[in-house]
């Protein structure tokens, strides 16, 4: 009677231990759900914090337009430093920037009906490789990688030149791939092109970017920061201390057209050949809004590109959601 008891009391003793490491299981999965169902609430405000931050960008673009809707400067409201505004239970931190004051990569892209010669696109590319003195670069080095960005671009699997590469180059890799044969979508995108080094990417990607689906080659001289004289260096193919004074002579409301600046005695000095010319004006239909947005310590990058059409409606042509 008694070994029935224990066994009895053992039993119970068991179901209890089972029942309260199920309940336990229970509750720690009960837990995790709630967590994961907080963070996805969490996550979705932040995303419609940074809606916003795209929304409010649009209405100053589209305020900056109307004001000034013949020339774009750094002195328009767009153009201010990177901001952060307070929100319930967090912030939103954003920042727009021209992306016609940077080389758009995609411009040395070559049509079935363009030339192949060296465009003034390819020709500022290579120079700005060169001008920003990188460790182990040389001439040779900044036309291999023109080659290689060039026949990433293309339509073709034809090889440029010497440092081109195509189907074969990238399928005889140890984990191959193909080039895309079309418009970057992103600068990061380099890191697979041949030739280009971590090194390379990190020196040329504050002067460059992508503006998505065309080979636009048109950069404003009103927004180009004076910070970065290699780029106009590179456009012009002058000095660095050429392109410092030329900068530096540039009126804090920019040039109201483009012969104000060819006129400008720090450049009307200088032999400029008409292909260059056409490389610059004085106005902008390309925007970058970079945007982070926290709610509840709850993080939503996002960048958008804009696109300001002739009638000044600002549309968004590109969004890309997380860290660059």
């Excluded at 336990?24 to 979705?44: E, P």
């Excluded at 990433?152 to 074969?168: F, H, P, Q, R």
């Excluded at 040329?204 to 048109?218: A, G, M, S």
Aim: charged residues 20%; contains cysteine.
């Amino acid at each position: 009677m008694k070994l029935n008891k224990g066994i009895a009391l053992i039993t119970v003793m068991l179901v209890v231990a089972l029942a309260a490491t199920i309940a336990t299981h229970m509750l720690a999965k009960v837990q995790i759900a709630v967590k994961k169902s907080t963070n996805v609430s969490f996550n979705q405000q932040a995303y419609w914090y940074a809606m916003g931050a795209e929304a409010f960008a649009k209405r100053v673009l589209k305020t900056s337009f109307e004001e000034s809707p013949d020339k774009t400067t750094l002195a328009q409201i767009w153009a201010q430093e990177e901001s952060t505004y307070p929100v319930d239970y967090g912030e939103i931190t954003g920042e727009i920037s021209d992306l016609q004051a940077c080389l758009n990569l995609n411009a040395l892209r070559v049509t079935e009906n363009t030339s192949r010669e060296k465009t003034p696109a390819r020709a500022a590319f290579e120079a700005l490789i060169i001008a920003l003195n990188i460790e182990g670069v040389d001439v040779f080095s900044a036309e291999y990688m023109a080659d290689a960005l060039s026949d990433w671009l293309d339509s073709d699997t034809s090889i440029v030149s010497a440092g081109g590469a195509e189907d074969n180059d990238y399928s005889a890799k140890e984990f191959p791939y193909l080039p895309a044969n079309y418009y970057l979508a992103s600068v990061n995108e380099l890191r697979v092109i041949e030739h280009f080094t971590k090194e390379v990417i990190t020196a040329v990607k504050p002067y460059v970017c992508v503006i998505p689906n065309t080979n636009l080659h048109q950069i404003n001289i009103n927004t180009v920061s004076a910070e970065q004289p290699e780029l106009l260096q590179a456009l012009l193919d002058i000095s660095k201390s050429e392109a410092q004074q030329i900068l530096s002579a540039r009126d804090i409301n920019g040039f109201d057209n483009i012969d104000a600046f060819f006129n400008l005695p720090e450049v009307n000095k200088l032999k400029i050949t008409e292909a260059q010319k056409q490389q610059f004006v004085v106005d902008s239909q390309y925007f970058t809004l970079r945007a982070v947005a926290t709610f509840n310590q709850s993080y939503f990058y996002l960048q958008s590109m804009m696109q300001v059409n002739e009638d000044n409606q600002i549309n968004v042509i590109s969004r890309t959601i997380g860290r660059d």
